[in-house]
């Protein structure tokens, strides 16, 4: 199912320039309690509770316009969003580890309107997907393009376990996928742990880090205006992200890709003064942690800028022409 040796099957690339390896830090032993929902972790951050509930923080994701802004990757065509999909890091790290015909059960935490379902039918046929997501717009978008799917609608005040459970979800598939999730919860590190413990082979992850300076997790001093509300946008700690890690699982070996890129001041992000500053070294974050793995304990960190997606030039010139029509 995985490359047990941490490289694509039939492949013989060697690390990344730029990536280390180190053995886990063992300082904290104490297994957190945060997957039966008895607060924060030992030895995290501190918690601030929001001054709203969860479930409202989230009440934007069900408005229409979050499934249109979701679904911009349905009008690119086959050739094309492989191409878009395959300049992350995160499908890096999933190109690099999975065995091209060995069949495994994918579930995708926060999967909007099912396009990364349909890559996985061009790229990884054999892969048995399920899709979660908290925006019933978003699943409605999901069935209706790709009605043979399975999306479901979960909700933010019921775990991940629970979800499955009310879905009739297998409740161990071999891999959980989650793109740019982990950062709008106003428990990220909570949420982090629970997808650890929800996949037998492996996590695949795509969320916000920052080098410098502690997470801020108040979601009214760092979050995203979105939809004509407000949400978390939590930059976790790239060490304190590895420490949790390394605490749920110590046994599992942890690929990161950073995409350094200054976070503060883009789309309509509030977020603490520091993530405005280069020195902060904010990032897209790619995260692999792999549970079946011949290298236990393992971490390995790498610098990966992220290049722009090379469209076919049919595709640029039909965009190029649109985009002239839309402002004449």
């Not at 099957?9 to 957190?32: D, F, I, K, W, Y």
């Not at 069900?62 to 050739?79: E, I, K, N, Y």
Request: charged content about 20%; aromatic content about 10%; overall charge neutral.
């Amino acid at each position: 199912m995985w490359s047990p040796t941490g490289q694509a099957c039939g492949t013989s690339n060697p690390a990344p320039m730029g990536a280390t390896s180190r053995p886990p830090n063992r300082l904290c032993t104490v297994m957190s309690s945060m997957a039966e929902g008895r607060g924060a972790m030992a030895g995290s951050p501190s918690r601030t509770p929001p001054t709203l509930t969860d479930a409202q923080w989230y009440a934007d994701w069900q408005s229409q316009a979050h499934s249109v802004h979701f679904d911009s990757r349905a009008g690119l065509d086959s050739r094309n969003l492989v191409r878009n999909y395959e300049c992350l890091n995160d499908i890096r790290i999933l190109s690099e580890r999975i065995l091209p015909s060995q069949p495994l059960n994918l579930l995708e935490v926060g999967c909007a309107t099912g396009e990364f379902c349909r890559y996985l039918r061009i790229r990884y046929p054999h892969i048995a997907y399920c899709g979660l997501d908290i925006s019933q717009t978003a699943i409605d978008r999901a069935r209706q393009k790709y009605p043979q799917g399975r999306f479901f609608v979960s909700s933010p005040d019921l775990s991940l376990a629970e979800s499955l459970k009310q879905w009739g979800v297998h409740p161990l598939p071999e891999l959980v996928y989650s793109k740019d999730v982990v950062h709008h919860q106003t428990q990220p590190f909570e949420f982090l742990a629970e997808m650890l413990h929800c996949a037998t082979d492996a996590v695949i992850l795509r969320l916000r880090t920052r080098d410098v300076g502690p997470t801020e997790l108040d979601p009214e001093k760092s979050c995203q205006y979105h939809y004509h509300g407000w949400m978390p946008y939590i930059v976790m700690n790239v060490d304190e992200v590895l420490s949790c890690i390394q605490r749920e699982v110590p046994q599992g070996e942890i690929v990161l890709y950073r995409h350094y890129t200054v976070l503060g001041g883009r789309v309509n992000r509030f977020l603490p003064k520091d993530c405005y500053l280069p020195e902060t070294k904010t990032a897209e974050t790619a995260l692999g942690v792999f549970l079946n793995t011949k290298q236990p304990g393992r971490v390995t960190v790498a610098n990966r800028q992220e290049p722009e997606p090379r469209y076919t030039l049919d595709y640029r010139i039909r965009y190029f022409t649109t985009t002239l029509l839309r402002r004449s």
